[in-house]
């Protein structure tokens, strides 16, 4: 193809979204991980629990100017090659899939990084070009080819090399786009000396639906992932609602308002209850271990504070029954070193 056009409209599009979320405020260098998912990004939490629209949205988000440039750059060094080697369809094709796929395993990977940028895509143009590369051997000796090809090698060992051993760098989602990109670029690929454009395009939307439905396939297969960010949110007003709920049933028993056997069905009932379940929630949470350290330390204390409060409760509860004041007074106890972890974790959380 002589000509390119999607090249130039993706990086127009990457450079307007990003203008986009500058002018909603956005900090320019280090965007906080709370606007990024609220503009798109891809967080396994919401992707996984009907949100699969962010498999394609996180592609024109970019996490700072600086990752935008670098993309876009590399965007422009490659997307112009690959764009007349498989036309303005199949390039659109190649990019788009290969930068869901490389969402998709960034979520399969990792669920709890928010992952945006569109490296999985461009990642995904130099899986093409390696397909090229290997479908066209006989070539090789071509000088133009051999320096590409060396190029290309070069670029993929630096940029995989350095995810390795720098954080912060989703590397499931360059594989994924990598792999995808080479697959796609294997069958969009023709014979540079006969080429039909009527099959072309056949081809190219061939490749394309096939892709979308097997990527389709593989996201019925991710599993679900809790939001442990929106539960840790959602317990500050459940624990409120629960202490309000029993220190009134004690307040009207002590004024005689209610009897023990009221205030006994109360405490069952309405207050240890529900706090059991939302505890067995946060343990099954706790277990999954690929949370991130810093929600993990938050869980662990979240558990060992609604332990407390529950264990409290239970010895009042049969401290009541069986009328043994050294059982209420251990309850009261357990309260007291329940609050003492709640004032820790509370200092924590503000840190």
């Known amino acids: 193809m002589p000509k390119i056009t999607v090249t130039p409209v993706l990086l127009g599009l990457n450079v307007a979204v990003f203008g986009l979320m500058l002018a909603g405020g956005i900090h320019p260098m280090t965007p906080a991980i709370d606007s990024l998912i609220q503009w798109g990004a891809n967080y396994g939490p919401k992707t996984t629990n009907g949100e699969w629209w962010r498999l394609f949205t996180a592609m024109f988000l970019h996490i700072g100017i600086l990752h935008l440039v670098f993309n876009m750059v590399a965007l422009w060094q490659i997307g112009g090659f690959i764009e007349r080697l498989l036309g303005p369809t199949g390039f659109l094709v190649l990019y788009l899939l290969s930068g869901l796929l490389g969402s998709v395993v960034s979520v399969a990977w990792n669920p709890f990084v928010v992952s945006a940028g569109a490296s999985g895509a461009i990642f995904g143009l130099y899986g093409g070009l390696l397909s090229f590369l290997v479908r066209h051997h006989d070539m090789a000796s071509h000088a133009f080819l051999a320096t590409l090809r060396n190029n290309t090698l070069a670029f993929l060992g630096f940029n995989l090399l350095y995810g390795f051993i720098q954080e912060g760098i989703d590397i499931a989602a360059h ?81 005689r308002q209610r009897t023990e056997a009221e205030l006994l069905r109360t405490l069952e009932q309405e207050v240890l209850l529900p706090w059991r379940a939302q505890r067995d929630t946060l343990l099954r949470l706790q277990s999954q271990r690929r949370l991130p350290q810093r929600q993990q330390q938050l869980m662990a204390a979240l558990v060992q504070y609604m332990t407390a409060r529950q264990e409290g409760w239970e010895l009042l509860q049969e401290g009541l029954r069986t009328h043994d004041p050294r059982l209420v007074k251990s309850a009261n106890e357990r309260q007291r070193q329940a609050e003492q972890v709640f004032e820790h974790f509370s200092t924590r959380g503000q840190k």
């Not at 097997?214 to 409120?240: E, I, K, P």
């Open 175 to 255: 594989f994924g786009g990598l792999a995808g990109g080479f697959l796609c670029g294997f069958v969009l690929t023709q014979p540079l000396n006969r080429v039909s454009r009527a099959r072309w395009y056949a081809r190219s939307a061939l490749v394309g639906v096939t892709g979308l439905l097997l990527l389709g396939g593989m996201t019925t297969l991710l599993q679900r992932v809790d939001d442990v960010q929106a539960m840790l949110q959602h317990f500050a007003s459940f624990d409120t609602t629960t202490m309000v709920t029993f220190d009134q049933a004690v307040a009207q028993f002590q004024q």
